[in-house]
């Protein structure tokens, strides 16, 4: 069945490092991958998010790339601040485009 | 706007007890989802709706029901609760199909069953 794998599940870095999350896709006929951001005891929400038409996109600290060939997109957050300390989930919808299915999410931690 | 809504915040039942939970969006949305999130486990769909009067199941539908009641309302039930769902559940709606476009969550319920 379809499968998002996410690496790593946890990551810890110093204020200002940056830090990166990769995730692989099994259905090659995914083309929308959405990264959400959940706070400690709030809700997801969406961080951003790329389609297979586009192999880079940037907003302000965080960008993200995908590899269609190879089945595997990351996260970039450069200059990490102590707020970015959250579980990051990614996400790649389904053949029909009715549904996500999401990895299991990164522990990322960034200490002062 | 209220976004998303789900009631109750938190719940407690026993084995074989029924409950269901809540959600609305007044944002117009078409499609909503049922999530479950356990730890270690990310965020697993349980059943949606694409849009009004269709619903389908997720990756973890089993022991679970669901009604979209009209356009604003999607509710969870289970009619005879195990250990197993205890979890946190989200419900998410999204303009279009979700699979496509941004979902927009709703709080979170906190379901424990003794």
């Known amino acids: 069945g379809e499968n998002v794998e996410q690496h790593p599940s946890t990551l810890s870095v110093q204020e200002g490092d940056s830090a990166v999350i990769k995730c692989t896709y099994s259905?090659?006929?995914?083309?929308?991958f959405p990264w959400y951001k959940q706070e400690l005891g709030k809700r997801p929400q969406l961080i951003i998010d790329i389609r297979s038409n586009v192999g880079e996109k940037k907003d302000q600290r965080i960008a993200v790339t995908l590899n269609k060939t190879a089945k595997h997109f990351s996260l970039h957050i450069t200059e990490t601040q102590p707020e970015d300390s959250a579980v990051y989930f990614c996400?790649?919808?389904?053949?029909?485009?009715?549904?996500?299915?999401f990895g299991k999410g990164t522990t990322l931690s960034v200490s002062s | 706007n209220a976004g998303v809504t789900q009631t109750p915040k938190f719940q407690v039942l026993k084995t074989g007890q029924s409950m269901t939970l809540q959600c609305a969006q007044d944002?117009?949305?078409?499609?909503m989802y049922w999530y479950r999130q356990d730890p270690g486990m990310g965020l697993r769909l349980i059943y949606y709706s694409a849009s009004e009067g269709t619903t389908d199941k997720g990756e973890v539908p089993n022991g679970y029901n669901v009604s979209r009641l009209n356009k604003r309302e999607f509710s969870l039930r289970l009619e005879s609760a195990a250990p197993s769902q205890t979890s946190v559940y989200f419900c998410?709606?999204?303009?279009?199909?979700?699979?496509?476009?941004?979902?927009?969550f709703g709080p979170g319920t906190r379901l424990l069953v003794l």
């Open positions: 944002m117009n949305h078409n499609s």
């Open positions: 259905d090659s006929a995914s083309n929308y």
């Open positions: 996400a790649a919808n389904n053949q029909a485009g009715t549904a996500l299915i």
């Open positions: 998410a709606s999204s303009e279009g199909l979700g699979g496509q476009e941004t979902q927009y």
